[in-house]
Nanobody
Framework: QLQLVESGGGLVQPGGSLRLSCAAS????????IGWFRQAPGKEREGVSC????????NYADSVKGRFTITRDNAKKTVYLQMSGVTPKDTAVYYC???????????????????????WGQGTQVTVSS
């Protein structure tokens, strides 16, 4: 069974940077697209970014385009989310999960639809504050 564990969260000042990691165990990672989601207090969970199983295709939410970068290292079984230029609006618990969409499984893409994901990690807290 695939297990995903997030790490790298913490307190960061506005305008700063942080890199989150999503480490996999139980299965090789290169068979799956992986997505990052986040949930702020009192809000629904939203998709942030996703990456195809090969790493050749990525998607970003409009709110993070140009600031966040998703990458993966299949040899290390890890997906990363590099966050730059963070603002207090980026404060949330960040989760990674496996993309089971048709696009991810058959067409080497990824989607940011929560219903297409499983194997959720436990989350890592990111707090942006001065």
């Amino acid at each position: 069974q695939l297990q995903l564990v997030e790490s790298g969260g913490g307190l960061v000042q506005p305008g700063g940077s942080l890199r989150l990691s999503c480490a996999a165990s139980g299965y090789t990672l290169d068979s799956y697209g992986i997505g990052w989601f986040r949930q702020a207090p009192g809000k629904e969970r939203e998709g942030v970014s996703c990456i195809s199983k090969s790493g050749g295709s990525t998607n970003y939410a409009d709110s993070v385009k140009g600031r966040f970068t998703i990458t993966r290292d299949n040899a290390k079984k890890t997906v990363y989310l590099q966050m730059s230029g963070v603002t207090p609006k980026d404060t949330a618990v960040y989760y990674c999960a496996r993309d089971l969409s048709l696009k991810a499984r058959l067409f080497s893409g990824c989607v940011l639809s929560e219903r297409d994901y499983d194997s959720w990690g436990q989350g890592t807290q990111v707090t942006v504050s001065s």
